[in-house]
């Protein structure tokens, strides 16, 4: 449904050149939930504007529904974009309008007439959960309401794509979750193709079917969402990955850890699992084989695409050598394994 093809935008600060993106190829297929995720500054919201042609790309093409938007003259791209909504960080609704105008403002643009535009932004404002609101102004909405009103206005040219502009980084977890829901509802429903951009693993991890890593203007990985986690090629994934997952030691307990190993201390370990993991209840295994009590501090295992993988945090009680023996076995069976350091 999307292709992005060798794709390159430089923009000129003074004489200084900025890659914003370099030779990025994605093929997004049509139903798809894609995402794409990188730092601040990696380039994603440069690369999502020239889906539409909000940006020109420096050379490369995009096709959308097998036209080339570059080869359109002004009209026909106007046309084109009606099939291609957009939803922004900071919703960009129009105060001055009440929901029912915001949502019916493309098909007024459009010339529909108001019965149509009538019975179109009701059924919206209903799929929305915004049945109730239509005479409400945006000032008076919470920040997952002024989302789905967005949604409900981008729905209302029947479009064929949805392009999300960190759609969720301004609302709490909850309501995180209620709009990541509702895009795949939507996603369902009318098989629209979404290609959203974000900074958070967790929201390609809740919705996405395949994802794009970006970093520095390039493309660094792309997959299925479930062989990204299972098996991160790059740096840049695991760290996404990891940002997910991230466990901290409590305060307290780091004071009590020290990096002397006496014979009356017992180390505190990091186990990371990944996709490359052997899948088996090595836990269990590891106290039975080598004699050890394993206390679990903090855990944070995940199931994405049929792997299980995540962080653990545990003490293990028991001789120098078994302990030694124990962690070797974990590191043959492909986890990975970090001493932090010893509590007596
Ligand atoms: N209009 C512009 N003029 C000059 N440089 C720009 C322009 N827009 C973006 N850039 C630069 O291009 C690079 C990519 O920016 P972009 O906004 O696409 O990144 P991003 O991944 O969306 O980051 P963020 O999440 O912080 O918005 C950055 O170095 C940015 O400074």
Do not use: W
């Amino acid at each position: 449904m999307i292709e992005i093809k060798q794709v390159n935008k430089v923009f000129y600060q003074g004489k200084r050149a900025i890659n914003a993106l370099s030779d990025i190829n994605l093929s997004i297929a049509e139903g798809a939930i894609y995402g794409v995720i990188g730092s601040s500054g990696a380039g994603k919201s440069t690369l999502i504007r020239c889906v539409n042609l909000l940006e020109r790309p420096t050379n490369g093409q995009v096709v959308v529904d097998g036209t080339d938007l570059n080869t359109l003259s002004n009209h026909d791209l106007t046309l084109a974009r009606r099939k291609i909504g957009m939803i922004f960080q900071h919703f960009n609704l129009l105060s001055s309008r009440t929901v029912f105008d915001n949502v019916g403002l493309p098909l007024e643009l459009a010339g529909t007439d108001k019965k149509a535009i009538k019975a179109k932004v009701d059924s919206l404002l209903e799929l929305v959960g915004l049945g109730d609101k239509k005479d409400t102004y945006p000032a008076n909405l919470s920040g997952g309401q002024k989302q789905r009103v967005a949604i409900a206005r981008a729905l209302a040219s029947d479009p064929k794509v949805l392009l999300c502009d960190e759609a969720t980084s301004a609302l709490d977890p909850a309501t995180t979750q209620s709009i990541l829901d509702l895009l795949r509802k939507i996603n369902q429903e009318f098989n629209l193709t979404i290609l959203l951009i974000t900074h958070e693993m967790a929201v390609v991890k809740s919705i996405c079917s395949d994802v794009a890593i970006i970093g520095d203007g390039k493309l660094v990985e792309q997959g299925a969402v479930g062989d990204i986690f299972a098996h991160p090629k790059t740096a840049l994934a695991r760290e996404f990955i990891r940002s997910t997952l991230d466990l901290s030691i409590p305060a307290d307990y780091q004071a009590r850890l020290s990096h002397a190993k006496t014979a009356t201390t017992h180390p505190l370990v990091r186990l990371e699992f990944t996709g490359a993991s052997v899948d088996a209840p090595i836990i269990s295994q590891v106290a039975r084989e080598f004699h050890l009590d394993i206390s679990i501090l903090s855990s944070n295992m995940d199931y994405v695409g049929g792997i299980k993988f995540g962080l653990m945090l545990a003490e293990f009680f028991g001789t120098p050598s078994a302990t030694e023996q124990a962690i070797a076995f974990l590191k043959e069976n492909k986890i990975d394994v970090e001493v932090l350091g010893y509590v007596a």
